[in-house]
């Protein structure tokens, strides 16, 4: 069995459960003066664009997505879409229930643990308040990065917060983002989580996967040996 040293994390539809927009969304679009399906028409193309930060802060980005859906809202309209949205994408994670049991348990074995996650501002700002944020070594979002996956910048920054190398590395993730296949070219072991509930989790650019495969995330641990201790 491969001995890694730390192992790394998607965060929607890994460390959470499967994700689709719920009902707070709709809120958003009212205080837009928009319709609810052109805004998530807005969204859902420019994922990418937005995760990767190309529109500056959360508000500047918002009123780029009006400016697609062709609304003109008020600043006071978008500063409470912005509030409603973290809001809405907040009530839509739910963290899995073994994802801090994993993450404790392999810390006790003297591994290292990590986030890289294709996210919009929402995540990082929210993150802190999770159960699992005090058992993350490191924390790579795209949107400070610049980058998304399968960007290698993602997994090289990872590497570089821990004084790791790649091959030092086990990834874990649903496979959204073509990230398995992107950790694999940036040097690491990639394995792909397929929970039951993610039949219906929201994904784009979903990769093509023909290797590892778990069915829980507290398979994880059976992929792991306690990391060396150094002399």
């Not at 404790?104 to 944020?133: K, M, N, Y």
């Not at 990872?158 to 296949?181: F, I, K, M, N």
């Not at 993610?198 to 306690?226: I, K, Q």
């Amino acid at each position: 069995m491969p001995t890694y040293q730390a192992v790394l994390f998607d965060f929607f539809g890994t460390l959470t459960r499967s994700v689709q927009r719920g009902a707070a969304h709709r809120c958003i679009a009212e205080l837009l003066g928009c319709p609810a399906d052109t805004l998530v028409e807005v969204l859902d193309r420019s994922y990418y664009q937005r995760a990767s930060g190309r529109f500056g802060n959360a508000e500047a980005t918002l009123r780029w997505v009006c400016e697609q859906a062709g609304v003109h809202p008020s600043d006071g309209a978008v500063r409470a879409a912005v509030a409603s949205r973290h809001r809405a994408v907040r009530a839509d994670t739910r963290l899995r229930d073994d994802a801090a049991a994993v993450l404790v348990a392999l810390r006790e074995r003297g591994l290292r643990t990590g986030l890289i996650s294709d996210c919009t501002h929402e995540l990082p700002a929210f993150l802190p308040q999770l159960a699992i944020a005090p058992l993350l070594d490191v924390r790579v979002f795209s949107v400070q990065v610049g980058r998304c996956k399968p960007d290698p910048a993602l997994y090289l920054a990872a590497c570089h917060r821990l004084g790791l190398t790649p091959a030092d590395c086990l990834y874990v993730g649903d496979g959204g983002s073509q990230e398995l296949t992107g950790a694999e070219r940036a040097g690491m072991t990639a394995v792909r989580l397929a929970a039951p509930d993610l039949v219906g989790h929201m994904v784009f650019n979903a990769d093509t996967w023909d290797g590892p495969v778990l069915r829980s995330l507290t398979e994880v641990l059976d992929l792991v040996t306690p990391a060396a201790v150094p002399a």
